[in-house]
């Protein structure tokens, strides 16, 4: 539209888009002969919103494992490898807590009798 000799306005006006995002885009145009976004910095993401459900899956399933392990899982499912940090960031980011099993202390003698003696009080 450009090159017919349209101004900005006119082809704005067509498309229903602002003057700024036509500038940007025909300047973006002319200086790397594509309309496609450059690339963007920093590191890409190793995960995908289907890979992270994925995630929220297995985290549900055992709500005790330690990130490493659910790592693993995750790696078994899907190919992809990832440390534990990005599990622990993933969960808190979708506001998930994954919980270690308390372990209960044993019961001593005098509990077991004293728990025998309350059954037959009660029987």
């Known amino acids: 539209m450009r090159k017919q000799g349209k101004t900005l306005e006119t082809i704005g006006r067509e498309l229903n888009r602002a003057i700024s995002c036509i500038k940007r885009i025909i300047d973006r145009y002319n200086e790397t002969n594509s309309y496609k976004d450059r690339p963007r910095s920093g590191r890409p993401r190793i995960s995908t919103q289907k890979d992270d459900r994925n995630l ?26 990832a440390s534990s940090s990005l599990f622990r960031r993933r969960l808190l980011a979708k506001k998930l807590e994954w919980k270690f099993a308390v372990k209960k202390s044993r019961l001593s003698a005098n509990h077991v009798k004293a728990r025998k003696a309350f059954c037959k009080m009660v029987k």
């Open 56 to 81: 929220i899956r297995l985290l549900k399933k055992n709500r005790t494992e330690p990130s490493h392990v659910l790592a693993n899982q995750w790696k078994l499912s899907n190919g992809k490898t």
